[in-house]
C-alpha cells in the first residue's frame, strides 16, 4: 500500500484521483470542520442540510454513502459518525481507522483519502495518529494507495514516522 499526503484545500483535493474520499465528523461538531466543512462547501451545504433534517447525526458507528460527483472528484463520499468529542481517544481513534478501511475493502475502494478522526480538532497529534493509522492498516493488502489529509506542518511531522515504518517493513521482508 502506498500512502501520500495531500493539504486540507479544495483545489489539492481536486487534482487527486481516487475512488473515495472518507470523511469522519462528531456527532457534536456543528459547523462541520476540517476536510468535511471544505467538502460541505463545495456541496454547497449538502452535508448541513443532511444534519438538519436528521439524515445522519454523527452518531458513532454511523456511515453514510453519499455519490461525489460532478462536485468532486471522487466517486464516492463516505462519512462517519464518530459519537460525542468527549468519548473520543486513543481507542475510539483504533476503532475509527479500523471502521473506515473495512468499509474501504467491503465497497473495493483499492484508493481512496481520509481524513483521519479527531485529527481536524487535534484531538490525536499528528505523530500518535500516524502511528495509530499505521497499526490498523498494517495487515490489510486490499488498498492500493491512501492519501491523508494533512495540513503541512502536521505532514512534516508525520513523514519521519513513515519513513521510519517504512525502514522497519523493509527490514522485516530483508529477514523474512
Avoid: Y
Avoid at 33 to 49: I, K
Avoid at 84 to 99: G, H
Wanted: glycine content about 8%; proline content about 6%.
Amino acid at each position: 500500500m502506498e500512502l501520500r499526503f495531500v493539504a486540507p484545500d479544495l483545489r489539492a483535493l481536486d487534482g487527486l484521483r481516487s475512488e473515495a474520499l472518507a470523511l469522519p465528523f462528531f456527532q457534536d461538531e456543528r459547523p462541520l470542520r476540517g476536510a468535511a466543512g471544505l467538502v460541505d462547501w463545495r456541496l454547497c451545504g449538502r452535508l448541513s442540510r443532511l444534519l438538519v433534517r436528521g439524515r445522519m447525526r454523527g452518531a458513532l458507528g454511523e456511515r453514510v454513502l453519499i455519490p461525489a460527483r460532478p462536485r468532486l472528484a471522487f466517486e464516492k463520499l463516505f462519512l462517519f459518525g464518530l459519537g460525542p468529542r468527549a468519548a473520543f481517544d486513543e481507542t475510539a481513534f483504533v476503532a475509527s481507522v479500523d471502521d473506515v478501511l473495512d468499509t474501504l475493502e467491503k465497497m473495493r475502494a483499492r484508493t481512496a483519502v481520509i481524513a483521519l478522526p479527531g485529527r481536524s480538532l487535534e484531538l490525536v497529534g499528528p505523530e500518535r495518529a500516524l502511528e495509530l493509522f499505521l497499526s490498523a492498516a498494517r495487515d490489510r493488502h486490499e488498498h492500493d494507495e491512501l492519501t491523508l489529509i494533512e495540513p503541512l506542518d502536521a505532514q512534516r511531522s508525520m513523514i519521519p514516522v513513515l519513513e521510519r515504518a517504512r525502514r522497519k517493513a523493509r527490514a522485516l521482508e530483508g529477514g523474512a
